[in-house]
């Protein structure tokens, strides 16, 4: 239905930054909402910041540090993460959710890509 790409993770220092990139395919135009999502080591997978028709949701921990956009010409999202702390280590995942009439709703997940901040 959706497959999804990750790209842009890396390893960088406390106070850098960093731009995380998700390129979708497949029934891309059925997609309502995007959204990047992490999970750390021992720790549930949570939820980072979302976008849909140009409203934006961050979690509390990120906020004024991150920015997500959409780009629907080139269906992809992007991070952009600002001020990293060590905290912020984990593998963040993109998401997309959808509905079709054909395929009923949907929500796919990249493969995940590594952020790592040190300290």
């Known amino acids: 239905q959706v497959q999804l790409v990750e790209s842009g993770g890396g390893l960088v220092q406390a106070g850098g930054s960093l731009r995380l990139s998700c390129a979708a395919s497949g029934i891309v135009f059925a997609i309502n909402t995007m959204g990047w999502y992490r999970q750390a080591p021992g720790k549930q997978r949570e939820l980072v910041a979302t976008?849909?028709?140009?409203?934006?949701n961050y979690a509390e921990s990120v906020k004024g540090r991150f920015t997500i956009s959409r780009d629907n010409a080139k269906s992809t999202v992007y991070l952009q993460m600002n001020s990293l702390k060590p905290e912020d280590t984990a593998v963040y995942y993109c998401n997309a959710e959808g509905k079709n009439t054909i395929y009923g709703p949907f929500s796919s997940w990249g493969q995940g890509t590594q952020v790592t901040v040190s300290s």
């Open positions: 976008t849909r028709g140009g409203n934006t």
